[in-house]
């Protein structure tokens, strides 16, 4: 099994640019989708990006998902950051040994 | 409008049994594989289980094999999660949560159900 690590927490100023990282530990980042998903306190998780970089209708355009292949990462990009965006963020992909594995989480503060 | 919603939480023993159960509404049921996931408090999401939409293939997290059961009917548009031997680690918020390109993007997810484990 591989593993997905995150930065533990980030901050950034209304307004700016933030993007948060997820490094896969072994085998191919492009090898399966990844999906980053928000949660706000007390609530579920919902989807922001799936399939590396699709936004399900109603997520703003501001959020924007990517991979790269010679860092083995995927990076979830927030531009034009709200107060409201202020969540956890968590990485999240397939492993081809039936198992489903997630980042341990990022959270942002938008200060 | 598609929804889960969790049942079935509550305080066990360790050792003691709890059944949880997910009802979906809002999709064809039998159409989707379908996972729990869950969250000790204040820790970060880790996947339990997994099932086929016809129930055929089921996978667990090695955390939690031999000791918990996933199943489904579809005739009920209900998931279910048999947990035994219940262990102070298992505390947390189950969430059910709907694989929506079986390929495992999980959305939607239930509101989640909390199973705190304590003597």
């Known amino acids: 099994n591989f593993m997905l690590t995150q930065p533990h927490s980030v901050s950034e100023s209304p307004g700016k640019t933030v993007t948060i990282s997820c490094t896969r530990s072994?085998?191919?980042?492009?090898?399966?989708?990844v999906q980053w998903y928000q949660q706000r306190p007390g609530s579920a998780p919902t989807t922001v990006i799936y399939e590396d970089n699709q936004r399900p209708s109603g997520v703003p355009d501001r959020f924007s998902g990517s991979i790269d292949s010679s860092s083995n990462s995927a990076s979830l990009t927030i531009s034009g950051l709200k107060t409201e965006d202020e969540a956890d963020y968590y990485c999240q992909s397939y492993d081809s040994s039936n198992h489903w594995v997630f980042g341990g989480g990022t959270k942002l503060t938008v200060l | 409008q598609v929804q889960l919603v969790e049942s079935g939480g509550g305080l066990v023993k360790p050792g003691g049994s709890l059944r949880l159960s997910c009802a979906a509404s809002g999709f064809t049921f039998s159409d989707y594989y379908m996972s729990w996931i869950r969250q000790a408090p204040g820790k970060g999401l880790e996947w339990v289980s997994y099932?086929?939409?016809?129930?055929?293939?089921?996978y667990y997290a090695d955390s939690v094999k031999g000791r918990f059961t996933i199943s489904r009917d579809n005739a009920k548009n209900s998931l279910y999660l048999q947990m035994n031997s219940l262990r102070a680690e298992d505390t947390a918020v189950y969430y059910c949560a709907r694989d929506s390109n079986r390929v495992g993007w999980f959305d939607p997810w239930g509101q989640g159900t909390l199973v705190t484990v304590s003597s």
């Open positions: 072994s085998g191919s980042i492009a090898s399966n989708y």
């Open positions: 099932i086929s939409s016809s129930g055929s293939t089921i």
